[in-house]
């Protein structure tokens, strides 16, 4: 059967684990190497990667293409406006296309049912590099940088500040799978998905809902926040506006744990979500974090094709 990795519950908790266990040991395994040269055991030799991209990318579209060339394979990246897809080709021939051609698909899209129904026809693994719903490459890498930093999955107290946006859900889809305990503030009419909070809730983990940024945030290990309008999605003056109160500044994050660190899987608008004195200060990993997409993606991609 093909894998396919479209939301964390596709894989599972056990094979999440997994996949954290092993992009730690690649990552300790590259210490001092240059960037571009293949793991030891290249297990990926000779596989193609199609890279499809109808959003603007920096860290999925370097991270996918430098995780497929670590692991020795190759990468073809394709713009959607380039594509015949872009021209009123079906994402269901598209897939049958490509599923000749290539050996696993990635795609960066908007609505949901796209990838889903390039799932439904593809004969090859495809890879939610991200939807307006879900952004489950990013996840795995924030649970890589958290677990790096010496803090247990189980238990572990998460705080979410601002919009209940795709990162967000996924986040939340995590909460369920690895049992940990999500506080997600935001206003009203700003909540994430019902859905994946019930089924998070179903799976054991403990997701609060809370319109009050101190209470999500009171002694949380993590604290994770995103931009407050997303890329391509309608908002403005009055988004933001009902956004202003959930700011992660210094006063905020000093009620959480004093070890607690701040993640943010960018790009961010400093002084809006974010105060740069906490984005740039000692409890900040956005930038490890950011590096571990690498890492993340080359597990997804081992694990989507059968190599884990």
């Not at 909540?191 to 949380?220: H, S």
């Amino acid at each position: 059967m093909t894998r396919h990795f479209l939301g964390l519950s596709d894989a599972g908790g056990d094979a999440l684990a997994a996949m954290l266990n092993d992009a730690i040991d690649r990552k300790a395994g590259r210490i001092g190497q240059p960037k571009g040269k293949p793991d030891a055991d290249a297990p990926l030799a000779g596989h193609t990667l199609a890279m499809i991209f109808e959003k603007n990318s920096t860290r999925t579209r370097v991270s996918f293409d430098m995780a497929i060339r670590q692991l020795g394979g190759s990468s073809i990246i394709m713009e959607a406006g380039s594509m015949q897809l872009g021209r009123g080709e079906t994402v269901a021939d598209t897939a049958r296309v490509l599923s000749r051609m290539v050996d696993a698909i990635m795609i960066r899209t908007d609505d949901h049912a796209k990838i889903e129904e390039l799932a439904r026809y593809a004969d090859v693994p495809v890879i939610n590099g991200l939807t307006d719903l879900s952004h489950p490459c990013q996840i795995v890498a924030d649970l890589l940088t958290v677990v790096e930093r010496g803090f247990a999955l189980p238990g572990l107290q998460v705080a979410w500040l601002g919009d209940g946006n795709n990162v967000a859900n996924s986040l939340i889809e995590a909460a369920g799978l690895m049992k940990f305990t999500l506080r997600i503030a935001g206003p009203l009419g700003y909540e994430p998905d019902a859905d994946f909070v019930a089924a998070a809730r179903r799976a054991g983990g403990e997701v609060v809902l809370t319109q009050d940024p101190e209470e999500a945030v009171r002694g949380a290990q993590v604290v994770v926040t995103d931009t407050w309008v997303s890329m391509g999605q309608p908002g403005g003056d009055v988004h933001i506006a009902a956004m202003q109160p959930y700011q992660v500044d210094g006063v905020l994050m000093a009620k959480a744990d004093p070890k607690a660190v701040f993640l943010h899987c960018l790009p961010a608008h400093r002084e809006e979500e974010v105060t740069s004195e906490v984005i740039d200060g000692p409890q900040s990993a956005i930038w490890d974090e950011a590096e571990n997409r690498i890492h993340a993606q080359k597990s997804v991609l081992l694990w989507a094709l059968g190599r884990l």
